[in-house]
């Protein structure tokens, strides 16, 4: 039974991710959507932190434990991390036609860096991981 469900998983993720490549400002008929997002760039002249915070609504009719979110984050970004720790953990249901907030933050040795170039260093953080599960039931036969 056990990879019947994990199967059954990965198919509905793939099916999702196909729903969440859409444009943020389309209006989302049916799936998990990332339907805005704020970011801000502080810190000194050695470290910029980058923190964000992501509004995710299900559009779906089933609940969803949202596990963890993790930006995707190209090699050069990856490279001035100083903190490896990006990963933020959610850990909460998220109900048919509900939304929740996840806030985080990326931590970058940014030393040497004039803020135009740190602007433009930060703007590849658009995509994010979403880990999450859903539990589904067998259907009972009907007995006649």
């Given at each position: 039974?056990?990879?019947l469900?994990?199967?059954f998983m990965?198919?509905?993720i ?5 729903g ?7 209006e ?7 339907y805005?997002s704020n970011t801000?760039?502080g ?9 964000y ?8 009719a089933?609940s969803y434990n949202i596990?963890s979110?993790?930006?995707i984050?190209?090699q050069?970004?990856?490279?001035k991390l100083?903190?490896d ?8 249901t998220?109900d048919?036609n509900?939304?929740?907030?996840v806030?985080?933050?990326i931590?970058l040795d940014?030393?040497?860096m004039?803020?135009?170039?740190i602007?433009?260093?930060?703007k590849?953080?658009t995509e994010?991981t979403?880990?999450?599960e859903t539990?589904i039931s067998?259907r ?5």
């Amino acid at each position: 039974m056990k990879p019947l469900k994990y199967i059954f998983m990965l198919v509905l993720i793939l099916l999702m991710s196909v729903g969440c490549s859409t444009n943020a400002r389309e209006e989302t008929k049916s799936g998990i959507d990332i339907y805005s997002s704020n970011t801000s760039l502080g810190g000194t002249e050695e470290k910029t932190i980058f923190s964000y915070t992501l509004h995710i609504s299900n559009n779906n009719a089933i609940s969803y434990n949202i596990k963890s979110v993790e930006p995707i984050l190209n090699q050069e970004i990856l490279s001035k991390l100083m903190d490896d720790n990006i990963v933020v953990e959610v850990n909460k249901t998220m109900d048919s036609n509900e939304s929740i907030e996840v806030e985080g933050k990326i931590i970058l040795d940014t030393k040497g860096m004039s803020k135009e170039e740190i602007l433009e260093f930060t703007k590849p953080i658009t995509e994010y991981t979403l880990s999450m599960e859903t539990v589904i039931s067998v259907r009972k036969k009907n007995s006649d």
